[in-house]
Antibody, heavy 121, light 110 residues
Framework: QLQLRESGPGLVKPSETLSLTCTVSGGSISSSGYYWGWIRQPPGEGLEWIGSIYYSGTTYYNPSLKSRVTISVDTSKNQFSLKLSSVTAADTALYYC?????????????WGQGTLVTVSS | QSALTQPASVSGSPGQSITISCTGTSSDVGSYNLVSWYQQHPGKAPKVMIYEVSERPSGVSNRFSGSKSGNTASLTISGLQAEDEADYYCCSHAGRSTVTFGGGTKLTVL
Protein backbone atom coordinates (compact mmCIF):
# COMPACT_ATOMS: atom_id res chain seq x y z
CA GLN A 1 0.00 0.00 0.00
CA LEU A 2 1.46 3.33 -1.04
CA GLN A 3 2.09 5.73 1.82
CA LEU A 4 3.25 9.34 1.86
CA ARG A 5 4.57 11.19 4.91
CA GLU A 6 5.36 14.88 5.19
CA SER A 7 8.16 16.11 7.42
CA GLY A 8 9.74 19.45 8.26
CA PRO A 9 9.69 22.34 10.73
CA GLY A 10 6.31 23.22 12.17
CA LEU A 11 7.28 26.84 12.79
CA VAL A 12 8.86 29.23 10.30
CA LYS A 13 9.64 32.91 10.80
CA PRO A 14 8.22 35.56 8.46
CA SER A 15 10.39 36.29 5.40
CA GLU A 16 12.21 32.97 5.76
CA THR A 17 11.92 29.86 3.58
CA LEU A 18 9.55 27.01 4.38
CA SER A 19 11.04 23.59 3.60
CA LEU A 20 9.16 20.30 3.62
CA THR A 21 9.94 16.79 2.46
CA CYS A 22 7.57 14.02 1.45
CA THR A 23 8.80 10.45 1.83
CA VAL A 24 7.09 7.84 -0.33
CA SER A 25 6.95 4.21 0.79
CA GLY A 26 5.29 1.12 -0.62
CA GLY A 27 6.02 2.20 -4.17
CA SER A 28 8.57 3.95 -6.35
CA ILE A 29 8.56 7.66 -6.95
CA SER A 30 10.03 6.82 -10.38
CA SER A 31 6.92 4.98 -11.52
CA SER A 32 5.90 6.26 -14.92
CA GLY A 33 2.55 7.94 -15.26
CA TYR A 34 2.48 9.64 -11.88
CA TYR A 35 3.30 13.10 -10.67
CA TRP A 36 3.94 14.09 -7.07
CA GLY A 37 2.23 17.16 -5.72
CA TRP A 38 1.93 19.58 -2.85
CA ILE A 39 -1.42 20.96 -1.71
CA ARG A 40 -2.06 23.22 1.26
CA GLN A 41 -5.06 24.08 3.42
CA PRO A 42 -5.10 27.15 5.68
CA PRO A 43 -6.90 26.52 8.98
CA GLY A 44 -10.65 26.40 8.38
CA GLU A 45 -10.24 27.08 4.67
CA GLY A 46 -10.16 25.20 1.38
CA LEU A 47 -7.51 23.36 -0.60
CA GLU A 48 -4.93 25.09 -2.77
CA TRP A 49 -2.69 23.29 -5.24
CA ILE A 50 0.93 24.46 -4.93
CA GLY A 51 2.65 22.44 -7.62
CA SER A 52 3.66 19.02 -8.91
CA ILE A 53 6.78 17.27 -10.12
CA TYR A 54 7.55 14.24 -12.30
CA TYR A 55 10.40 11.92 -11.34
CA SER A 56 12.40 13.32 -14.27
CA GLY A 57 12.31 16.72 -12.60
CA THR A 58 9.65 18.37 -14.75
CA THR A 59 7.66 20.77 -12.60
CA TYR A 60 4.33 22.58 -12.79
CA TYR A 61 3.43 25.37 -10.38
CA ASN A 62 0.38 27.34 -9.35
CA PRO A 63 0.83 30.66 -11.18
CA SER A 64 -0.08 32.60 -8.03
CA LEU A 65 2.80 31.00 -6.09
CA LYS A 66 5.27 30.31 -8.87
CA SER A 67 7.68 33.12 -8.00
CA ARG A 68 8.22 31.70 -4.49
CA VAL A 69 7.98 27.93 -5.01
CA THR A 70 10.58 25.30 -5.82
CA ILE A 71 9.73 21.59 -5.92
CA SER A 72 12.50 19.04 -6.33
CA VAL A 73 12.79 15.25 -6.35
CA ASP A 74 15.37 12.82 -5.01
CA THR A 75 14.69 9.45 -6.61
CA SER A 76 17.51 7.76 -4.66
CA LYS A 77 15.69 8.53 -1.40
CA ASN A 78 12.16 8.17 -2.84
CA GLN A 79 11.43 11.71 -1.70
CA PHE A 80 10.29 15.01 -3.11
CA SER A 81 10.53 18.40 -1.47
CA LEU A 82 8.90 21.80 -1.30
CA LYS A 83 10.55 25.15 -0.71
CA LEU A 84 8.42 28.28 -0.32
CA SER A 85 10.36 31.49 0.09
CA SER A 86 9.53 34.83 1.70
CA VAL A 87 6.73 33.38 3.80
CA THR A 88 4.12 35.46 5.60
CA ALA A 89 1.32 34.61 8.01
CA ALA A 90 -0.85 33.89 4.97
CA ASP A 91 1.30 30.81 4.29
CA THR A 92 0.25 29.23 7.60
CA ALA A 93 -1.48 26.03 6.57
CA LEU A 94 -1.69 22.26 6.70
CA TYR A 95 0.60 21.09 3.90
CA TYR A 96 -0.22 17.83 2.15
CA CYS A 97 1.84 15.82 -0.29
CA UNK A 98 -0.02 13.58 -2.71
CA UNK A 99 0.39 11.34 -5.73
CA UNK A 100 -1.15 12.80 -8.86
CA UNK A 101 -2.24 10.45 -11.60
CA UNK A 102 -0.77 11.53 -14.91
CA UNK A 103 -1.48 10.38 -18.46
CA UNK A 104 -3.86 13.30 -18.78
CA UNK A 105 -5.98 12.47 -15.74
CA UNK A 106 -4.66 14.94 -13.15
CA UNK A 107 -6.37 13.70 -9.99
CA UNK A 108 -4.78 12.93 -6.62
CA UNK A 109 -5.24 9.34 -5.47
CA UNK A 110 -2.95 8.99 -2.45
CA TRP A 111 -2.41 11.65 0.19
CA GLY A 112 -0.19 12.08 3.21
CA GLN A 113 -1.73 12.99 6.53
CA GLY A 114 -0.50 16.56 6.29
CA THR A 115 1.83 18.65 8.39
CA LEU A 116 0.92 21.96 9.98
CA VAL A 117 3.28 24.84 9.30
CA THR A 118 2.82 28.04 11.25
CA VAL A 119 4.48 31.26 10.15
CA SER A 120 5.19 33.40 13.18
CA SER A 121 8.02 35.28 14.80
CA GLN B 1 -6.24 30.96 -12.36
CA SER B 2 -9.17 31.42 -9.97
CA ALA B 3 -10.76 29.02 -7.54
CA LEU B 4 -13.83 27.16 -8.72
CA THR B 5 -17.13 28.23 -7.15
CA GLN B 6 -19.00 25.86 -4.84
CA PRO B 7 -21.90 26.50 -2.46
CA ALA B 8 -20.64 26.93 1.09
CA SER B 9 -23.07 24.38 2.45
CA VAL B 10 -25.73 21.87 1.50
CA SER B 11 -27.85 19.60 3.65
CA GLY B 12 -30.14 16.63 3.32
CA SER B 13 -31.88 13.96 5.32
CA PRO B 14 -30.84 10.32 5.38
CA GLY B 15 -32.00 8.51 2.27
CA GLN B 16 -32.37 11.66 0.22
CA SER B 17 -30.19 12.80 -2.68
CA ILE B 18 -28.16 15.97 -2.81
CA THR B 19 -26.18 17.68 -5.53
CA ILE B 20 -23.15 19.92 -5.11
CA SER B 21 -22.28 22.25 -7.97
CA CYS B 22 -18.84 23.41 -9.04
CA THR B 23 -18.71 26.35 -11.43
CA GLY B 24 -15.63 27.27 -13.36
CA THR B 25 -14.89 28.91 -16.67
CA SER B 26 -14.26 27.98 -20.27
CA SER B 27 -10.56 27.81 -19.34
CA ASP B 28 -10.95 24.99 -16.85
CA VAL B 29 -14.18 23.04 -16.23
CA GLY B 30 -15.61 23.97 -19.60
CA SER B 31 -12.56 22.91 -21.58
CA TYR B 32 -11.62 19.60 -20.03
CA ASN B 33 -13.37 16.47 -18.82
CA LEU B 34 -10.87 16.42 -15.98
CA VAL B 35 -12.93 17.29 -12.92
CA SER B 36 -12.35 15.34 -9.72
CA TRP B 37 -14.16 15.40 -6.39
CA TYR B 38 -12.71 14.88 -2.92
CA GLN B 39 -14.34 14.06 0.41
CA GLN B 40 -12.66 15.32 3.56
CA HIS B 41 -13.74 14.36 7.06
CA PRO B 42 -12.58 16.56 9.97
CA GLY B 43 -8.92 16.04 10.74
CA LYS B 44 -8.44 13.69 7.80
CA ALA B 45 -6.76 13.93 4.42
CA PRO B 46 -8.97 14.32 1.35
CA LYS B 47 -10.13 11.18 -0.45
CA VAL B 48 -10.88 11.07 -4.17
CA MET B 49 -14.50 10.12 -4.87
CA ILE B 50 -14.82 10.95 -8.58
CA TYR B 51 -12.29 11.60 -11.35
CA GLU B 52 -12.60 12.52 -15.02
CA VAL B 53 -16.05 14.03 -14.30
CA SER B 54 -17.88 10.76 -13.66
CA GLU B 55 -15.45 7.93 -13.02
CA ARG B 56 -15.44 6.25 -9.60
CA PRO B 57 -12.25 4.81 -8.11
CA SER B 58 -12.39 1.24 -6.93
CA GLY B 59 -13.99 1.03 -3.50
CA VAL B 60 -16.07 4.19 -3.75
CA SER B 61 -19.79 3.63 -3.31
CA ASN B 62 -21.95 3.86 -6.42
CA ARG B 63 -24.11 6.29 -4.45
CA PHE B 64 -21.60 8.90 -5.60
CA SER B 65 -21.88 10.12 -9.18
CA GLY B 66 -20.57 13.04 -11.20
CA SER B 67 -21.61 14.98 -14.26
CA LYS B 68 -20.79 18.13 -16.17
CA SER B 69 -22.64 20.65 -18.29
CA GLY B 70 -20.79 23.56 -19.81
CA ASN B 71 -18.70 25.29 -17.18
CA THR B 72 -20.41 23.56 -14.25
CA ALA B 73 -19.66 20.16 -12.80
CA SER B 74 -21.84 18.41 -10.25
CA LEU B 75 -21.48 15.74 -7.60
CA THR B 76 -24.60 13.85 -6.62
CA ILE B 77 -24.87 11.67 -3.54
CA SER B 78 -27.91 9.43 -3.45
CA GLY B 79 -29.28 7.51 -0.48
CA LEU B 80 -27.61 9.96 1.89
CA GLN B 81 -26.01 8.38 4.96
CA ALA B 82 -24.68 9.89 8.18
CA GLU B 83 -21.13 8.94 7.18
CA ASP B 84 -21.40 11.17 4.10
CA GLU B 85 -21.30 14.25 6.33
CA ALA B 86 -18.01 15.91 5.35
CA ASP B 87 -16.48 18.68 3.29
CA TYR B 88 -16.40 18.17 -0.48
CA TYR B 89 -14.01 19.80 -2.93
CA CYS B 90 -14.03 19.84 -6.70
CA CYS B 91 -10.85 20.17 -8.72
CA SER B 92 -10.32 20.81 -12.41
CA HIS B 93 -7.47 20.81 -14.87
CA ALA B 94 -6.88 24.44 -15.81
CA GLY B 95 -4.48 24.17 -18.71
CA ARG B 96 -0.69 23.79 -18.95
CA SER B 97 -0.81 20.88 -16.50
CA THR B 98 -2.11 23.05 -13.67
CA VAL B 99 -5.14 22.31 -11.50
CA THR B 100 -7.44 24.46 -9.43
CA PHE B 101 -9.68 23.54 -6.51
CA GLY B 102 -13.10 24.77 -5.51
CA GLY B 103 -13.67 26.56 -2.24
CA GLY B 104 -15.34 23.53 -0.68
CA THR B 105 -18.86 22.62 0.39
CA LYS B 106 -19.88 21.45 3.85
CA LEU B 107 -22.45 18.67 3.66
CA THR B 108 -24.67 18.26 6.68
CA VAL B 109 -26.81 15.15 7.09
CA LEU B 110 -29.83 16.22 9.09
Amino acid sequence: QLQLRESGPGLVKPSETLSLTCTVSGGSISSSGYYWGWIRQPPGEGLEWIGSIYYSGTTYYNPSLKSRVTISVDTSKNQFSLKLSSVTAADTALYYCARQVGAGKYYFDYWGQGTLVTVSS
Amino acid sequence: QSALTQPASVSGSPGQSITISCTGTSSDVGSYNLVSWYQQHPGKAPKVMIYEVSERPSGVSNRFSGSKSGNTASLTISGLQAEDEADYYCCSHAGRSTVTFGGGTKLTVL
